[in-house]
Structure formats: C-alpha cells, structure tokens
C-alpha cells in the first residue's frame, strides 16, 4: 500500500496550458460551476501526459442521481475520451476529500495519484470515515496529496452553505 501524506503537500511542477496556474484551479472552477446550478460545490479534473482527459461539477441534484459526484462524472468521461474501463497514469485533482463510492470509483479506475484540496471529516472516505485506500479489500491504492489549494475549496463550500442556511435551506453535502 501507498504511503498517505501526513503534511499538506505541494502540487507537482506540471501545469495545464491556457491561463489557469494548475489543475487544481480548473476543479475549482468546475466546482463554481456546480454551486451555480445549486449543486454542492465540487468539481474534478483528470490528467494524464498533461491532458484533460475529463472534468466535472457535482450534478447530484440536476440529475437525481446520488452518484453523479463530480469524481465519477470526471471518470466516466475520462473512460469514455480513452475507450478503456482502466486510467491508468492518470491523475485527478479534485476540490474536497473523495467519500467512499468515489474512493471505491478511483481505486477501480487505477487512478496513479489523488490530488484533493480540503478535507472533510463528516463525508470523506479517504483520510476520513471508511479509510477506503486502506482496506485489505482494495486492490489498487494511488498516491494521495492533500491540501492543495485547499483554502480556496474550503471558502468555496462554506460560502455556498452559508448562503444556503441564509435561503432557509439545509443541503446535505453529497
């Protein structure tokens, strides 16, 4: 098994083209995208050999599917641009702590590293809760960063529930 990082850890010296500064930030702005539609705020990205191979927001609520969270609509894209079930030297970045549908999602696309911004305590599947990567019943383990970015996904998700309790609503975080 993979060793996890214990200390935020700083994101790899490949950078996308175009005006973004890292993957990461293209996450984030899929999870704008996603709080926009009145979705929690959660978005992916999938890269291999410095490509997009796919990105997605959360479309949980759009499409009344509790497993439409951003990392698996990233995978199935990514799949489907590569005609293959398999990811493998792929990357993805995504913009809170994976839970353990996404993490089982990631382990069985052999996915090579996990990038995530912020943690979460309540939902996360990763670092948190099941632990998913350190199952002896988990046949592929990526590497895991964490923190990447992580303020600026954590600002992102309070802002959208803080706005949320304001409407009188109370999402759930998916």
Known sequence: MQAFSDVESEEPMIRPAGNYTSFMDIALEEA???AARGEVPVGAV???DNQILGRAG???RELFDPTAHAEVLAIREACKATASERLIGA???VTLEPCAMCAGAISFARI?????AASDEKGGGVLHGGRF???PTC???PEVYEGINAAAATSLLKRFFT???AEGQEPELD
């Open 139 to 141: 046949h592929h383990v």
């Open 46 to 48: 999938i890269v291999r």
């Open 32 to 34: 704008s995208a996603a």
């Open 163 to 165: 706005e949320k309790r």
């Open 58 to 60: 959360n479309r949980t």
């Open 91 to 93: 990357d993805l970045y």
């Open 112 to 116: 090579n590293r996990l990038y995530f």
């Open 133 to 135: 990567f350190r199952q």
